[in-house]
């Protein structure tokens, strides 16, 4: 990863532009979530674009802003991932990550029960029991 204030504006633009695109063809995964560096150049590619004159580019930014927060979501999750996997070889017991949808979770932290359980409430309380 080539420092940031080495980059020229249209390097930092294509940054950008690259991991857009990426996000849009779903090519941005937990396993390669440090490998990205959009969270650590969006500051620089704002600032550079900024200053090249024009109107802002709102929207462009604030697709870079997504998808930052996508890779850092990625980031917590393959620590978290890391951290029981460390965990379970220290303790020799088999540990499940919460919400990891490999064991059942769904994306918000919860099993298929609890959503199970959410949906037989919903249907009683609509049917007034």
Same mark, same amino acid.
């Given at each position: 990863?080539?420092?940031?204030?080495?980059?020229?504006?249209v390097?930092?633009?294509?940054?950008?532009?690259? !991991?857009?695109?990426?996000?849009a063809?779903? @090519?941005?995964?937990?396993?390669?979530?440090?490998?990205?560096?959009?969270?650590?150049?969006?500051?620089?590619?704002?600032?550079?674009?900024?200053?090249?004159g +024009?109107?802002?580019?709102?929207? #462009?930014?604030s @697709?870079?802003?997504?998808?930052? +927060?996508?890779?850092?979501?990625?980031?917590?999750?393959?620590t978290?991932?890391?951290?029981?996997?460390?965990?379970? +070889?220290?303790?020799?017991? @088999?540990?499940?990550?919460?919400?990891?949808?490999?064991?059942?979770?769904?994306?918000? +932290?919860?099993?298929?029960?609890?959503s199970?359980?959410?949906?037989? !409430?919903? @249907? #009683?309380? !609509?049917?007034?029991v």
């Amino acid at each position: 990863m080539a420092p940031v204030r080495n980059l020229t504006a249209v390097d930092l633009g294509r940054l950008l532009d690259n !991991a857009i695109r990426a996000d849009a063809e779903a @090519k941005i995964k937990k396993e390669d979530a440090f490998d990205q560096t959009i969270i650590t150049t969006l500051p620089s590619i704002i600032e550079a674009e900024s200053q090249q004159g +024009g109107p802002p580019a709102f929207c #462009r930014w604030s @697709k870079g802003l997504e998808v930052a +927060g996508k890779v850092y979501g990625h980031r917590v999750d393959l620590t978290y991932k890391n951290v029981y996997d460390v965990i379970q +070889g220290i303790t020799g017991v @088999k540990v499940t990550v919460p919400g990891d949808d490999e064991e059942g979770g769904d994306a918000a +932290g919860g099993t298929q029960q609890d959503s199970q359980r959410e949906s037989a !409430a919903a @249907k #009683r309380a !609509a049917q007034g029991v």
